[in-house]
């Protein structure tokens, strides 16, 4: 049985029917939060020694952040935060350099392709590499973080929940199952050409990257991309036993060193530096629950 105290949870919560199409998952930070009747789909729980270091990551989904006003550091000790609001992170393609661990109180929602414009009002495209405060879209956003700083994590997922759901308006489809193609893109690990995906999709591909890059703030050939680097994210913290060589192959990548060069891109870090140490991420732990999952009998 472990005996250390337990410092902080991170968990991961499946979205209301009515909702699975624009988001992946709810999301919630704490310190020590117990168990909801809800549907987890994920949960990390972190004890005393524990590091929670989290490199940065980019992403071609957009998504959104409230912070609850508190903070946890690096050796556990949470204190009061001056940051009381949220954010839209837009789609990211390149990050910054690891920074120090300290990880706010947060509740939020990772978005899937395209979604954003349904649930903000902005166009997807403006907020690539953008991080944007979320009362540019909300006027009451701050309102709403204080408000969820101030009850259980169940009630914060819910009232989120119900926000999104009041601000989600249909809008007319731009000819294209655009969210569609993004979940096939995530099927086969990113390794789709743009061609085959215009070819499936019954146009051209000038006409498949003007309104993916509309609606979901990529190009598909970038979206791609990403989506590979992804997969290869199951990698970290398996030390120095990985074949990389091996794994270029597996993921896709021309040879080794186009594998080293895109991963510094989106992450800052080497594959031996995300494989060193044992990082926490929770694009790392899906990653690593979808491995085995991305077909390999797709045609390309």
Known sequence: MEHRPLIAAYREFLPR???????????????????????????????????????????????????????????????????????????????????????????????????VGALTGAKAAELTDQVVPLDDFWRSSSVLAADLADVAECERIACLEAELLRRLSLRSDPGLNVTGLAASIGARGGQVSVQRLSDEAGVSRQHLSRVFRSVVGLTPKAYCRLVRFHAGLVYAGQGPAVDWAAAAQRLGYADQSHMI??????????????????????????????RGRVRSDWPR
Not at 264 to 285: D, N
Request: aromatic fraction near 10%.
């Open 261 to 290: 060069a895109e991963f510094k891109r989106f992450s800052s870090l080497t594959p031996r530096e995300l494989a060193s140490r044992p990082w926490f991420h929770p694009f790392i732990e899906r990653a690593k629950a979808r």
């Open 17 to 115: 029917d009515e909702l699975r199409g624009q988001i992946e998952a709810f999301f919630s930070f704490g310190p020590g939060l117990p168990a909801i009747d809800r549907r987890m789909s994920r949960q990390v729980l972190f004890r005393a020694g524990d590091s929670f270091c989290a490199p940065r990551f980019a992403d071609g989904s957009a998504s959104i952040v409230l912070d609850l006003g508190m903070a946890c550091t690096a050796d556990g000790r949470w204190g009061g935060s001056s940051r009381v609001g949220g954010v839209v992170i837009g789609p990211m393609r390149r990050v910054g350099p690891v920074v120090p661990a300290v990880c706010p109180l947060m509740v939020g929602a990772y978005l899937r392709p395209g979604a």
